[in-house]
């Protein structure tokens, strides 16, 4: 029996099984009813399976790769901070433009006013640049509307992405991202709307799966993340954190506690936290974009992260405050160049490792008989080559449950 799609004279780095990339070079892949029917090295292919197949790629020796897999952005936003950027290096920090009521809260200020179909026009420029790059799975965070109603208009607009897109989109709301201005020093009024307004309504309505808090200084505390984590678990939602960022806050136990499937950024993660990710399922999401932009000199400890076994995943954190970015091949640069990574960690970090921090791992990031369809392909000679450029795109095309992606 033949496939519906076959692709041949390629090489594949499957980040399973063997190897760092798990290569089979001069591979095949077959591909029926979306998924992935067969792959092996080209030689094992039976003749059946070549001359029946409805439709044969042929690669002229270029590589394929799982999808790439960014779980972590907050890529519905409007305006750029362009202005905060200037004042940054003029001097100022991030800390000190989000007390004075900038930062987060400029963009909150955008995205109030931002008609949905403005909102939705401005977003789909950037999911399109990151498909041009071969990201197939996105998670998109809310946080930047802080009422019901605005971080309902942006959970949908994440929602129509995913629709008129080859794109799917894992919708996270992150009502405890900032202190909106009119709950200005009632922080615990403005928990207790999250908890008892805006959780019970996005999960009644289905618009997100995961509930994410910012647990810093300039945010939210341990104790008012431990509600948020409590509402969610109670209306049956995951959980995960941006945990570590600016300081040792501690958020990366607590989420462990509720089960997350990840804490992201931990640059400040202390010895007491990278033993409870050790014994954990939950993965350490390592974004360098906002560490580079930023200008933050405090690494996080990628040599302990490894040593402990806890999965690493990577991801742009395309934002527009403090990394503004849509090219997963840069942040894999940096990665490797910042953090130290190796270019196959990196690439996992966006396949099979983020496949893990937003649960998807039994469908997504790895090329396996079962899994779905999602490629990228990519001219190049090497699979370093998509950590070793720098502001590059050798993307061919991607693939999209097994259909080519126009
Ligand atoms: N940490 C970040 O890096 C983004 N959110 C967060 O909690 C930045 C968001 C922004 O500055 O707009
Ligand atoms: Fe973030």
């Known amino acids: 029996m033949g496939f519906d799609s076959l692709l041949l004279d390629c090489h594949l780095a499957t980040m399973a099984g063997d190897g760092a990339y798990g290569e089979i070079r001069d591979g095949a892949l077959g591909v029926r009813d979306g998924r992935i029917a067969w ?15 409805a439709q044969v790629l042929r690669l002229n020796g270029v590589w394929v790769t799982p999808g790439l897999i960014d779980c972590h952005t907050h890529l519905v936003y409007a305006d ?4 905060e950027f200037e004042m940054r290096l003029n001097g100022a920090s991030y800390a ?3 007390r004075a009521g900038g ?8 995205v109030r006013e931002a008609s949905p179909d403005e909102l939705y026009v401005q977003s789909l420029k950037r999911a399109r640049q990151m498909m041009l790059f071969g990201v197939t799975t996105l998670e ?10 605005n971080e309902l208009k942006m959970l949908r607009v994440a929602r129509r992405l995913g629709e008129s897109l080859a794109l799917k989109v894992c919708p996270t709301f992150l009502g405890a991202h900032a202190l909106p201005p009119e709950y200005r020093d009632r922080p615990d009024d403005y928990i207790s709307l999250v908890c008892s307004e805006m959780i ?4 009644e309505l289905g618009l997100a799966d995961t509930v994410d808090a910012f647990c810093e200084h300039i945010a939210f505390s341990r104790e008012q993340t431990r509600r948020v984590f409590e509402a969610a678990r109670a209306k049956g939602l995951k959980v995960k954190l941006h945990a570590e960022q600016l300081s040792d806050q501690k958020g990366a136990i607590l989420a462990i506690e509720f089960g997350a499937l990840s804490c992201d950024h931990l640059e400040y993660i202390g010895r007491d936290g990278i033993e409870a990710l050790a014994g954990a399922k939950t993965v350490a999401v390592l974004l360098p974009g906002a560490f580079y932009f930023l200008g933050e000199t405090q690494k996080p400890p990628v040599r302990a992260l490894r040593d402990a076994g806890v999965p690493i995943a990577i991801s742009t954190d395309c934002n527009p405050g403090s990394s503004p970015c849509t090219s997963p091949l840069l942040i894999m640069n940096m990665a490797c160049v910042l953090f130290g990574l190796t270019p196959a960690e990196a690439l996992a970090g966006f396949t099979s490792n983020a496949a893990k921090a937003l649960g998807l791992q039994d469908e997504l990031g790895t090329l396996e008989v079962g899994k779905k369809a999602d490629m990228a392909i990519w001219d190049i000679t090497a699979p370093a080559e998509l950590s070793y450029g720098m502001g590059h795109n050798p993307c061919q095309m991607a693939l999209k449950h097994g259909v080519v992606r126009g």
Do not use: C, F, H
Request: charged share 25%; hydrophobic share 40%.
């Open 140 to 149: 998109i965070k809310s946080g930047y509307g802080l009422d019901l109603d």
């Open 96 to 98: 000190e433009i989000a």
């Open 80 to 83: 750029s901070r362009a202005g």
């Open 200 to 203: 019970p309504r996005i999960a």
């Open 39 to 53: 792959l092996g090295p080209a030689s094992e292919l039976t003749q059946d399976a070549l001359e029946n197949s």
């Open 103 to 110: 930062g987060i809260l400029n963009t909150v200020k955008a």
